[in-house]
């Protein structure tokens, strides 16, 4: 195998990873958001399963959605998810190799 492809699947683990954050910005701006409400409160169960940076989130009062601190908050998320997303690709790989 040749570097590239060693590169090139644990990047596009990363690439779903950012997807994901994406999806869930785009839920948020779209959804009207009643976390008391079962069937809200399930996607976003199902998303911070995907996106374990999101948890990130819950402790940034300021960052409402639409707000310029909303996009610079997830922006970052979004990279430390693609980047989780990577390592782990990376390390299954690792291991793969090593059997």
């Known amino acids: ?51 374990p940076p999101s948890l990130v989130s819950s402790r940034m009062i300021d960052a409402e959605v639409g707000t310029h601190a909303f996009y610079v908050l997830w922006t970052m998320i979004a990279i430390l998810n693609a980047a989780l997303y990577f390592l782990v690709a990376a390390m299954l790989r690792a291991v793969k190799r090593r059997a």
């Not at 954050?21 to 169960?45: C, G, H, K, W």
């Open 1 to 51: 195998m040749s570097a590239r492809t060693d590169f090139l699947k644990p990047f596009r683990f990363a690439t779903i990873g950012f997807s994901i954050t994406v999806l869930f910005v785009v839920y948020q701006l779209l959804a009207n958001l009643d976390l008391f409400s079962l069937r809200e409160f399930l996607p976003m169960i199902v998303f911070a399963i995907l996106c």
